[in-house]
Each structure stands twice: as structure tokens, then as C-alpha cells.
Nanobody, 115 residues
Framework: QVQLVESGGGLVQAGGSLRLSCAAS????????MGWYRQAPGKQRELVAD??????TIYADSVKGRFTISRDNANTVNLQMNSLKPEDTAVYYC??????????GGKGTLVTVLS
């Protein structure tokens, strides 16, 4: 089992920045990829960014050039969010996937961007 705890959400003005962090505990040896999803009110959950164990990263088109995902180590993933827009307002969820395809998610952290 893997437990994920997100931190760093909050309220920010448009154009501002926030940094989200996610720490994994438990069977961290089994984690391969880690990433971030988000869900805005009334919308489906969507992938924001993902980082494989080898360091390959992918981003949603809507955040390319503004968000940066990074991993401090095998069990921590960060999301630096710059130039935030009101449409970035959502609950952000950390995700971790093991080598055998099991996926774990955190409880989420709310990001609110004011216009």
C-alpha cells in the first residue's frame, strides 16, 4: 500500500505562483511513476503532469510552459505552477503508480486562482 499526502494548495491571484508537493509513504519501493491530476467543479478529472521513474515528463497542453513537475527522490513529487489562471482553479490530486500497474491517489489539495 502507498499513502500520498499533498500540500501547498491555496488562494492566489491570477498571474501568481504556487508550489504543490506530494510525499508518499508505505511501500514506496514499488513506485515508478508519479504525477498530478486535477478536477475543476463540474468537470472531469484530467492529467496535469506526470513524471516517470526515468525522469520523462509529460504535460497537459493547457499547462505547458507554465507548470513544471519534478521529483526530489523516489517518493516525492512537486508541481511548480507559474502564471496561474482562473481556469487552473481545481482540486489537485497526487498520483503514484507501481511497476505492476497499481495506481494510488491522494485526497487532494485545493487551488483557487482569483481573477
Amino acid at each position: 500500500q502507498v499513502q500520498l499526502v499533498e500540500s501547498g494548495g491555496g488562494l492566489v491571484q491570477a498571474g501568481g505562483s504556487l508550489r504543490l508537493s506530494c510525499a508518499a509513504s508505505g511501500s514506496i519501493f514499488s513506485i515508478n511513476d508519479m504525477g498530478w491530476y486535477r478536477q475543476a467543479p463540474g468537470k472531469q478529472r484530467e492529467l496535469v503532469a506526470d513524471c516517470t521513474v526515468s525522469g520523462r515528463t509529460i504535460y497537459a497542453d493547457s499547462v505547458k510552459g507554465r507548470f513544471t513537475i519534478s521529483r526530489d527522490n523516489a517518493n516525492t513529487v512537486n508541481l511548480q505552477m507559474n502564471s496561474l489562471k482562473p481556469e487552473d482553479t481545481a482540486v489537485y490530486y497526487c498520483n503514484a503508480r507501481t511497476g505492476n500497474g497499481v495506481s494510488y491517489g491522494g485526497k487532494g489539495t485545493l487551488v483557487t486562482v482569483l481573477s
